[in-house]
């Protein structure tokens, strides 16, 4: 990736859409913006923009509808979810439907751009709720492991995961497990594939069970 | 604007024979409809299942309500012929069942069955008829003219499908003579009821589904009340505040939060974090004081729970005070909090991003601070560290081990 990734942003909230622009400054090219879902796929798919910044809550399907609907038609375009809710299943569906992140409307500009450029590259962006929603849902022996591959956690992607949760930037995570920031981004991609990919059904039962707000 | 349409199977409006049973499933499950109609011939000679298929789609599956739709035939020659073809249809199904009785070796005599037959269609001509006047309210709703269908004509039909109908009752009764007249009086009164529930039925059925409708709608109209008092209690409360304090940053921080808070709680029905019962609920509720006290904004994770005990009230308190020294020190406005119950192990971080301290320069006035947080860990049996740098932000980190019980 050279240069600043561009960026398509789809929110129903013409005051983000906005705020977002103005917050990104120069750190990103904002390369377009939708209102609805079907607007938000068309001019996707013909902008084909690097990252594109998708809000969870919409009529007509939402984040999700748009990222299935995109990733059919052009698997390299990335998504990062954004919402005002940490509720565990909007969480859940939009990472499971292929979104590389999950931040919220709170987040800074800086945070953000940061968050855009790491997925522009192909990393998984987790919030610290979402970090923590992923330990509780990958916890305890309830659930039948099927697959141990997806269904389980290494003690090393906890130790991230436990990090993440606790506020630390990959940079202050790789310092501490004296990894590199490579080495970190790779486990929660990890983490981000066995959420995509796990059959564990326990996650949407704890989602509704913990009421993550 | 699309809206994704949910797919509902309708009675056809347009391709129909009868009563478009047919043409509505064609429609739904994409088939060509002399298929089905030729199914639905066919079952009707396995012992008459067909029919009563027919009869069951007719009774439950609704007409499309074909407001506004704009791929309809233009009114007049297209949809007159249906209503004679369906007179024809009635005919050829009576004579069917006729037919079919007969083959069956039911016939029960004619004396029997054609008066029975006669209030039959009679019914059937009312029972459409009902379907008709649905159709013409939401023809009338729609803004199209009623024109298609003069109230005269609905007089007549009706008052045929009565005349049939009653013509067929008295016959019934008159070919009985033979039996007892104290039997007769019983089914005179018995007919009574009978014709008039099949005549009025479809007006009752009707009625029940529109109650029905109407309620749902007055349930939807007090929701939208009680959401318009809230927000106006709270929502527009707040941003009347907001306004006037535009001047004072960190009370308007404080304020837009605080309402988040309330309006999560109320949108998410989740118990108001009173701060009882649960380790995860008493700590969000401590950060909660400390974010309306210290305007900052804190957030709250938790992996796991458990109840409260001695140990973890006192875990709660020291986590309150680490909260407060960050938002009164760190000079930021961002405090995260990470609560871990893992088996007998309860971990609490509490992180910012702020100023940071040497620890080893803690001098008297940051005593207090220190009693409060490591020296009550210790006298409940935990344990407290305080990682901090200047430049660098502070965490601390509270252990403890559940009280085995």
């Known amino acids: ?213 | 604007m699309s809206r994704t349409e949910q797919r509902r199977l309708y009675r056809s409006t347009d391709d129909r024979i009868l009563a478009g049973v047919c043409g509505g499933l064609a429609e739904h499950l994409d088939i060509d409809v002399r298929a089905i109609r030729v199914a639905f011939v066919v079952l009707a000679f396995v012992g008459g299942t067909g029919l009563i298929l027919y009869a069951a789609f007719w009774a439950i599956v609704p007409q499309r309500p074909d407001v506004g739709a704009p791929a309809r035939p233009v009114r007049g020659g297209h949809r007159r012929r249906p209503d004679r073809n369906d007179l024809i249809a009635l005919c050829l199904l009576a004579g069917g069942v006729v037919l079919l009785v007969r083959q069956l070796g039911l016939w029960l005599g004619g004396a029997f069955v054609w008066p029975l037959l006669a209030a039959a269609v009679g019914v059937a001509i009312i029972w459409r008829q009902a379907d008709e006047s649905q159709r013409a309210r939401w023809a009338a709703s729609a803004r199209a003219p009623l024109t298609e269908r003069p109230a005269r004509v609905v007089a007549i039909r009706v008052a045929a499908g009565v005349v049939l109908v009653g013509v067929g009752i008295v016959w019934l009764l008159a070919t009985q003579d033979g039996l007892g007249a104290a039997t007769r009086g019983l089914l005179a009164v018995l007919a009574a009821v009978v014709g008039l529930g099949l005549i009025t039925g479809p007006w009752w059925w009707r009625l029940a589904r529109d109650l029905a409708d109407e309620r749902r709608a007055r349930v939807r109209a007090q929701e939208r009340a009680e959401l318009a008092a809230h927000l106006h209690d709270s929502v527009l409360q707040t941003l009347a505040l907001i306004q006037a304090k535009a001047g004072q940053p960190r009370e308007v921080q404080r304020l837009a939060r605080a309402q988040e808070r309330e309006l999560r709680t109320w949108l998410f029905a989740r118990p108001q974090a009173d701060g009882d019962g649960t380790l995860a609920r008493a700590v969000e509720a401590a950060a909660a004081e400390v974010e309306d006290l210290h305007a900052t904004s804190i957030d709250v994770v938790a992996v796991g729970d458990a109840p409260l005990d001695d140990r973890l009230t006192a875990v709660v308190a020291a986590a309150r005070e680490a909260m407060v020294n960050a938002s009164k020190f760190a000079g930021v406005e961002r405090v995260q909090v990470f609560v871990e119950v893992d088996g007998e192990r309860v971990t609490v971080f509490v992180r910012d991003r702020g100023v940071g301290f040497d620890p080893a320069m803690v001098d008297a006035d940051r005593r207090g601070v220190s009693e409060s947080i490591v020296g009550r860990m210790r006298r409940h049996g935990g344990s407290a560290v305080v990682r901090s740098s200047p430049g660098d932000g502070t965490e601390v980190e509270l252990n403890m081990t559940r009280a085995s019980s």
Do not use: C
């Open chain 1, 1 to 213: 990736m050279s240069g600043k990734p561009s960026v398509f942003i789809v929110d129903d909230h013409h005051l983000f859409r906005s705020g977002v622009r103005a917050e990104l400054g120069d750190s990103v090219e904002v390369v377009g913006d939708a209102d609805e879902v079907a607007a938000a796929v068309e001019l996707i798919t013909e902008r084909k923009p690097d990252v594109v910044l998708v809000d969870v809550h919409m009529p007509d399907g939402g984040g999700r509808a748009v990222i299935e609907a995109v990733s059919t038609t052009d698997p390299s375009i990335r998504f990062l979810a954004i919402s005002v809710s940490d509720a565990a299943e909007d969480v859940i569906s939009v990472i499971r439907a292929g979104a590389r992140g999950y931040v919220t409307k709170t987040i800074s500009g800086p945070e953000l751009a940061d968050a855009i450029g790491r997925v522009a590259e192909g990393d998984a962006v987790f919030s610290p709720r979402l970090a923590g929603f992923v330990l509780d849902a990958f916890a305890g022996a309830e659930a039948p492991v099927v697959d141990p591959d997806l269904d389980q956690l290494t003690n090393r992607e906890r130790e991230v995961l436990r990090l993440i949760a606790r506020g630390y930037a990959y940079k202050e995570i790789a310092r501490q497990l004296e990894i590199s920031i490579k080495t970190v981004e790779t486990h929660v991609s990890a983490v981000l594939r066995k959420l995509q990919l796990s059959s564990r059904h326990e996650l949407t039962r704890w989602a509704a069970d913990r009421r993550l707000t």
